[in-house]
């Protein structure tokens, strides 16, 4: 099963990594003031990323493919790494989908 960590970064935001089972960080959240906010966002993740229509597909700037998951009123709640194909990620919405819903919480910041 996969897992959230919840970690903070050098400026003092919060921020999330979905992992899956062998470990890859499959989505990583955006910056989040409070802690209480990034768990409102991985609460939204494991609720929209049942929703084929909350995966936007990407081509970044290098052409490499890859999604964001949206909210419902059309923030970014996770981005995904780059792709090296379309059908690499393609799996990595489905390990999303896979992993998200009955993913533990790990609070690495309490360590």
Do not use: H, W
Not at 5 to 12: A, D, L, M, P, V
Not at 65 to 83: D, E, H, K, R, W
């Amino acid at each position: 099963m996969g897992k959230f960590e919840i970690t903070s970064r050098k400026n003092g935001e919060f921020q999330f990594n979905l992992k899956a089972t062998n470990g890859q960080v499959i989505l990583t959240s955006q910056g989040y003031k409070t802690k209480a906010s990034c768990l409102n966002g991985v609460e939204s993740v494991k609720k929209n990323s049942q929703d084929d229509k909350r995966f936007e597909v990407k081509v970044s700037s290098n052409g490499k493919p890859f999604f964001n998951l949206m909210a419902t009123n059309g923030q970014v709640i996770g981005t995904s790494q780059m792709y090296a194909s379309e059908t690499t990620m393609k799996n990595g919405i489905a390990s999303v989908k896979r992993n998200a819903p009955e993913a533990a919480i790990v609070d690495l910041t309490e360590a």
